[in-house]
């Protein structure tokens, strides 16, 4: 008796679906270990989130990175996540033939309510073995920013981070890669007025 198994997709197959038309932009759809995933539609607080995020990320860094919001980057692992936030090396020029790999990466960012177990566990092991040397979470409900960085795979074959830090909302926090420039978090966590 067959087990029945999904069908899995290659990068290079899933890109032959969006060039072909059969997957647009309005699908929100991530290639997660070589599945398609539909994402999670976004509520108010994390596109307000993500919205100042990025704001303050362009001016602290200016021209130093690239900065992407919710754009593609390519994992070895048949992955092709959307972060909320990517902060990459170069000029956006730079990527004009393929999205970021893991080695242009200095920081992904996800902004979590309906997805913080997801983001937590899914997408933790998915950046930790593609290398992914800093991962945060921006947890909306409890209005704390995790920081992962030190990627590393334990004697299981699972893939995580040795080093977790929290920092509330009234702190600020260096940026990998630039120690000089300081996110501050209470920014990121508005009040509903």
């Given at each position: 008796m067959n087990a029945v198994t999904p069908k899995r997709f290659t990068i290079a197959e899933y890109?032959?679906?969006?060039?072909?038309?059969?997957?647009?932009?309005?699908?929100r759809i991530e290639l997660i270990r070589g599945e398609l995933i539909q994402m999670t539609a976004k509520g108010t607080p994390h596109t307000v989130c993500s919205s100042i995020l990025c704001r303050q990320l362009d001016?602290?860094?200016?021209?130093?990175?690239?900065?992407?919001?919710?754009?593609?980057?390519?994992?070895?692992?048949?992955?092709?996540p959307e972060p909320d936030v990517v902060i990459a090396i170069g000029r956006d020029e730079d990527y004009l033939a393929h999205h970021p790999y893991p080695e242009d990466i200095l920081l992904v960012i996800e902004i979590s309510d309906k997805t913080l177990d997801y983001d937590q566990t899914t997408k933790l092991s998915l950046y930790a073995e593609a290398g992914i040397s800093h991962y945060w979470i921006v947890n909306l409900p409890a209005r704390q920013l995790e920081r992962h960085n030190q990627p590393?795979?334990?004697?299981?074959?699972?893939?995580?981070?040795?080093?977790?830090?929290?920092?509330?909302?009234?702190?600020?926090?260096?940026i990998p890669g630039?120690?000089?420039?300081?996110?501050?978090?209470?920014?990121?966590?508005?009040?509903?007025?």
């Open positions: 890109h032959q679906l969006i060039e072909l038309g059969f997957l647009t932009e309005g699908d001016r602290l860094l200016g021209d130093q990175a690239v900065i992407r919001g919710q754009d593609p980057i390519t994992l070895p692992n048949q992955s092709e590393y795979q334990n004697a299981q074959s699972k893939f995580s981070y040795l080093s977790q830090q929290i920092s509330l909302s009234n702190q600020s926090v260096a630039f120690e000089d420039a300081l996110l501050d978090l209470s920014r990121l966590f508005p009040e509903v007025h």
